[in-house]
């Protein structure tokens, strides 16, 4: 086992370039690359040129080796609850050796914000007897037995070489296969590119060679022909005092504490990270700040990523993908992975709803792929191409949530034919994404697009790649005069750094493809036409074939059970295709792990679609355009078990799950709840536990204040505004954190004002009695409702601390209402009256919830009201001992 503490600290006033050899010319620009492919200059300097007090502290923790239960103990004991003084918590960078690695650290270590690298299989010396072959197999076997684990492959960016030997070979390895970073040629503190221990050199891109001193430690080879443009070099500092000192196989006769406490001046983890701006980060995180260096009195916890799983970090600059098309039995590799045999496996691509989700279409889809499953437990998704007029966002969510993939159809689905001008065709691409992405979807998950009316162009195509996207699906292609042979030899998808090879003219001129385009990196997944008695697209297919003969031919002996009965069969989504096509593993070897399965969003922001709009009723269910019903009254209940308010601490946590887990819906779903969260106090590894089981994260300030008429707006966006940050930092994804409750229950119009201009979608303050007000008793309680008519609810019978006008208007933000319970007088479980049995009151209101109109029925709790005899009777509510 190996640890490795680095620190860097800019103290530094010249640049250092006197150190770097005499062959050696830097040549990044002055601005970055149109391209965004990072070029750094080695260099003593802070990035940016910032001055030394703007400079944070950055340490970088590294482990080497395999991950054991010994190894993960250790690591988060050091790291558990320490952060910096600005809630970034510590973390650090895991190069695991694969061999004896036990995965579910190895994922709870990457959850809990550490980045995951590569160390190799089985840590072998890959010197000069090591040939290209063998130096692959050990680096990207290790990445994809990391991968194996269930770690984004994508998020596997850094490589570190055992025994810390290096040579040109297994650099060129690392930059073919699209890795960000090296971390191992050795930096001693003079006789390199540093001077001293103050001034060590930061990371550098190795577009312009390997500038240094490799020659001192006899395993490190270097030579002056080396270019690898994008990556990065890490320089692996040896620490010093008393001598060199690696932590690799270090020399035991120098105390550890004091070669760290002279490296970083007076070192101790609680110390150092009681000083301002000292930050224990991973090495994505370094390399993220240092192309966008914010000055240390503007850098946030959010700016820093901190407590992202996988470390955060820029994304791998990655070889473009490159996949000729082929209709052979299965895609191949530099890696030689083997694919499934054509005789034992098949994939499934219900991959292909196209336009708005409505509740018919999430009915539909869900209906013929719930509970669906493959021989070994992956569950059949699909991916939706998603016209965003009139689409439901809360559908579009769920199924996100439910691993199915949502892409990208256009805004209104027109036809995007030569009348379109690129700014026009942007409009309805990059608009669409936006607005998925303000449904909730994470923008790096939009990135599939498919163009209405399956017209397409070279226009369309552009725009889809130079925005980004992964693939594009909508070239047509038929079983002959194309690529491919027949209904048993289709192609599979391919990358189009070459051109577009498929014949788009059978389909007449609404396909138009040419043979100058070229688009490197990204994939076209063919929009392959069934065949059956004649072709068949299922988009605006000929209905005088059966739907299910020609799924029957095209499939041989069709059918969602009879498919998946079969083995290594698999209903997916195309990214979980295009993932698998990328590391073609043999299906003997498929797990459902592998493949993804069951991940949020089928894999692996911004303005508001219409805004919503809601009026506040007691109706039996909401309506809606989509004429989306509600529950049958007969035959279930919302029970909305979702409002603890206060800091999350260890007690917390567990009366809240203690309730709650194990309980499930009668169709599988499990019960949660949402948080309001105080931060002070808060600890951040329960709220990303909770996150993580599928509670909702919402605010409720920093420190829990009386935000009265003597607040200010300004103090009341700290309040509100840093309290999301924080929240953030934690590791909760900003885009989640979208709900409020005031403290005290006490609500006025600047704290309503402040939460709607900051993008919250929701309010859940304001009390609502079951009489006196909307609601119509305890069975016909309110729903909640927008506000961009005002607050009708009758704020006045909670005295002066709720305070509601007339004037008040804010569109498209929802008011959740807290709502009163009620048997045997008021009750509000906040810090309401123990006199009532808590049981007979949930028990009175549940049924009364259940035989009324079905409004949801709350269980809103306060810290101070988790005593025994209170968390005993939610328990025996909830049908806990």
Request: proline share 7%; charged share 15%; glycine share 8%.
């Amino acid at each position: 086992m190996r640890l490795t503490v680095l620190t860097l600290l800019a103290v530094l006033a010249c640049a250092g370039a006197g150190s770097l050899p005499s062959w050696y010319k830097c040549t990044c620009p002055s601005a970055p690359a149109a391209s965004g492919t990072p070029c750094v200059c080695p260099s003593t300097a802070a990035p940016g040129n910032l001055p030394t007090a703007s400079v944070p502290q950055f340490v970088l923790f590294t482990h080497d080796d395999s991950v054991l239960q010994t190894t993960y103990d250790d690591m988060t004991s050091i790291t558990n609850g320490r952060q910096s003084s600005n809630g970034c918590p510590a973390v650090a960078t895991m190069f695991v050796t694969t061999l004896n690695t036990d995965c579910s650290l190895v994922r709870k270590l990457y959850a809990a914000g550490y980045e995951i690298a590569d160390h190799t299989i089985t840590h072998p010396h890959m010197n000069a007897s090591f040939t290209q072959s063998m130096v692959e197999d050990q680096v990207l076997g290790a990445r994809t037995k990391i991968a194996a684990c269930g770690i984004p492959q994508s998020d596997i960016v850094g490589f570190r070489q055992p025994f810390l030997e290096t040579n040109p070979l297994v650099r060129q390895v690392l930059k073919d296969n699209g890795f960000l970073y090296d971390g191992t040629i050795l930096e001693e503190a003079t006789n390199s590119i540093s001077n001293g221990m103050g001034a060590r050199t930061w990371p550098y891109t190795l577009q312009d060679g390997v500038p240094q001193n490799c020659g001192w430690y006899v395993g490190e080879n270097c030579t002056t022909s080396e270019r690898y443009a994008g990556m990065w070099e890490v320089p692996l500092w040896v620490l010093a005092a008393k001598g060199l000192y690696s932590m690799d196989y270090g020399d035991a006769s120098n105390s550890v504490y004091d070669v760290l406490k002279v490296g970083s001046e007076g070192f101790g983890w609680d110390y150092a990270l009681a000083k301002p701006n000292t930050y224990f980060i991973t090495i994505r995180q370094l390399l993220a700040w240092m192309q966008n260096p914010v000055p240390a009195e503007q850098l946030t916890p959010a700016l820093l990523g901190c407590g992202m799983p996988g470390g955060s970090g820029p994304v791998a600059a990655a070889a473009s993908p490159s996949s000729a098309p082929s209709s052979a039995p299965s895609p191949s590799s530099a890696a030689e992975a083997s694919s499934p045999s054509p005789a034992t496996s098949a994939v499934v691509d219900f991959g292909d709803h196209d336009d708005s989700i409505l509740q018919p279409t999430y009915h539909d889809i869900t209906s013929a792929l719930d509970g669906k499953k493959s021989g070994n437990g992956c569950p059949a998704v699909a991916t939706m191409f998603v016209t965003t007029l009139n689409t439901d966002c809360s559908l579009a969510r769920k199924l996100y949530a439910a691993g199915y993939e949502i892409a990208d159809h256009t805004i209104t689905h027109p036809h995007m034919n030569a009348s379109f001008t690129r700014s026009m065709v942007e409009d309805q691409v990059l608009g669409a994404r936006t607005k998925i992405a303000a449904c909730g979807i994470p923008l790096t998950d939009i990135v599939g697009f498919r163009q209405p009316f399956l017209e397409s162009n070279p226009t369309v195509r552009q725009v889809v790649k130079s925005n980004g996207f992964l693939y594009d699906s909508t070239i047509l292609e038929e079983p002959t005069n194309s690529i491919s042979n027949g209904m048993g030899a289709r192609t599979w998808p391919y990358t189009l750094q070459d051109g577009v090879p498929q014949n788009c003219a059978w389909y007449g001129t609404t396909q138009n493809c040419t043979t100058s385009e070229r688009y490197a990196g990204m994939w076209e997944v063919p929009l392959w036409v069934l065949a059956a008695k004649g072709l068949y697209s299922m988009d605006y297919g000929d209905a005088s074939n059966s739907v299910y003969d020609v799924l029957k031919v095209g499939s041989e002996g069709f059918g969602w059970d009879y498919a998946l009965a079969k083995p290594n069969t698999y209903f997916i989504t195309i990214r979980q295709l295009l993932a698998w096509m990328q590391n073609p593993v043999p299906a003997e070897q498929l797990t459902p792990a592998l493949l993804g399965c069951g991940m949020p969003g089928g894999s692996g922001p911004v303005a508001a679609a219409a805004s919503p709009s809601s009026a506040p009723s007691s109706a039996p269910s909401p309506s809606s355009a989509a004429e989306a019903s509600s529950p049958s009254p007969a035959t279930s209940a919302v029970v909305d078990f979702g409002d603890h308010d206060d800091s999350i601490l260890q007690p917390t946590y567990h009366d809240i799950t203690s309730a709650l887990d194990g309980k499930k819906s009668g169709n599988g779903c499990p019960a949660v709840a949402t948080m309001f969260v105080t931060t002070l106090n808060t600890d951040c590894s329960l709220a990303r536990k909770l996150y993580a089981a599928g509670y909702e994260i919402a605010d409720h300030t920093i420190t829990h204040p009386h935000m009265n008429a003597s607040f200010t707006r300004s103090m009341v966006e700290d309040q509100v505004l840093g309290a999301r940050t924080k929240i953030a930092a934690c590791g909760i994804p900003l885009t989640d954190i979208v709900g409020f409750r005031q403290p005290f229950l006490e609500s006025n119009p600047t704290v309503r004002q402040v939460v709607k201009s900051n993008g919250f979608l929701y309010d859940s303050t304001i009390l609502e009695e079951p009489t006196n007000s909307i609601s119509n008793g305890m069975g016909a309680r309110t729903w909640p409702y927008t506000l961009q008519d005002g607050v009708p609810q009758n704020c006045a019978w909670y005295g002066t601390t709720q305070n509601c006008t007339t004037s008040e208007r804010y569109a498209g933000m929802w008011e959740v209402p807290l709502w009163v319970l009620a048997a045997k007088g008021l009750y509000s479980m906040d810090y309401g009256d123990a006199s009532n049995s808590v049981y007979d009151v949930l028990k009175a209101n549940f049924d009364a919830a259940y035989n009324g109109n079905r409004a949801p029925m709350p269980i809103f709790i306060h810290t101070p009201w988790l005593t025994t005899d209170h968390i005993a009777d939610v328990k025996k509510f909830a049908g806990k001992p």
